[in-house]
């Protein structure tokens, strides 16, 4: 069995992407206002999503990272469809009132539109920002880390923001507002993952000496539907 199958480090890294993904899922409802930005507070979590996908594809490899993130798909479905069938059950007269069940779905609820664009963006993101990373390390001959992490991320958030944000509210938001809202959105996750630069270096250099390994996907099938190595 080869390291990146059986690695507790690996599943600590791919247990922590998944708890990203959920989480953000469940605060995206609150307004947060940073600055003269009012943003969802899933801002402060999502972008680490990113980050350790930067680690998976770097440590492990596209095929791992690729793997990882079709599970973080299919977390981020199961969840929401305990939750939606939750929010079916009748509730418990005298212990459950209609405040209860209004307060319920208004925190936890997912409409279809949203739903949908939240997968697509994510899965269309992710993928970018691995493919990204996988070729620039060739490219590069695994140099200047900074560079594939910062480029990976403003390809990769930059269509997630733009997907999401169209998918979400086209049609609701007028088209100025939109386009502000994708750009604020993508440049606050990206000065994010800019920031956090010195955090992925030091859980890459980790990971590499505990690892012993340092993959480049040469000759890889980038096809993100193939789930075999």
């Known amino acids: 069995m080869s390291p990146a199958r059986s690695s507790p480090l690996l599943l600590v890294v791919s247990a922590l992407f998944v708890t990203v993904l959920l989480t953000s899922n469940l605060i995206a409802v609150k307004l947060v206002a940073f600055g003269p930005l009012t943003l969802p507070a899933a801002v402060v979590v999502f972008p680490l999503s990113y980050l350790f996908g930067d680690v998976l594809t770097e440590v492990y490899g596209y095929a791992v990272a690729r793997?990882?993130?079709?599970?973080?798909?299919?977390?981020?479905?199961?969840?929401?469809?305990f939750i939606l069938a939750a929010?079916?059950?009748?509730?418990?007269?005298g212990a459950w009132s209609p405040n209860d069940?209004?307060?319920?779905?208004?925190?936890?609820?997912?409409?279809?539109?949203?739903?949908?664009?939240s997968l697509i963006a994510y899965v269309a993101g992710e993928f970018l920002n691995s493919f990204i990373m996988a070729r620039l390390k060739i490219a590069s001959e695994g140099r200047w880390l900074w560079s594939r992490?910062?480029?990976?991320?403003?390809?990769g958030q930059g269509v997630d923001s733009?997907?999401?944000i169209t998918i979400a509210f086209a049609g609701?938001?007028?088209?100025?507002?939109?386009?502000?809202?994708?750009?604020?959105?993508?440049?606050?996750?990206?000065?994010?993952?800019?920031?956090?630069?010195p955090?992925?270096?030091?859980?890459?250099?980790f990971l590499k000496r505990r690892e012993r390994q340092d993959p480049f996907d040469i000759g890889t099938d980038f096809n993100p539907f193939r789930l075999a190595t």
Do not use: D, H, M
Request: aromatic share 14%; charged share 10%.
């Open 67 to 81: 793997r990882v993130i079709w599970l973080g798909f299919a977390s981020n479905l199961v969840f929401v469809l």
């Open 87 to 93: 929010g079916a059950l009748p509730g418990a007269p």
């Open 101 to 117: 069940q209004a307060a319920f779905e208004r925190i936890l609820g997912f409409t279809p539109r949203l739903l949908v664009a």
């Open 149 to 155: 992490t910062i480029s990976s991320t403003l390809i």
């Open 162 to 164: 733009a997907i999401f």
């Open 172 to 197: 609701v938001l007028p088209n100025g507002v939109l386009l502000r809202t994708v750009l604020y959105q993508w440049g606050f996750k990206t000065a994010y993952e800019i920031v956090a630069t």
């Open 199 to 205: 955090v992925t270096y030091a859980v890459v250099s």
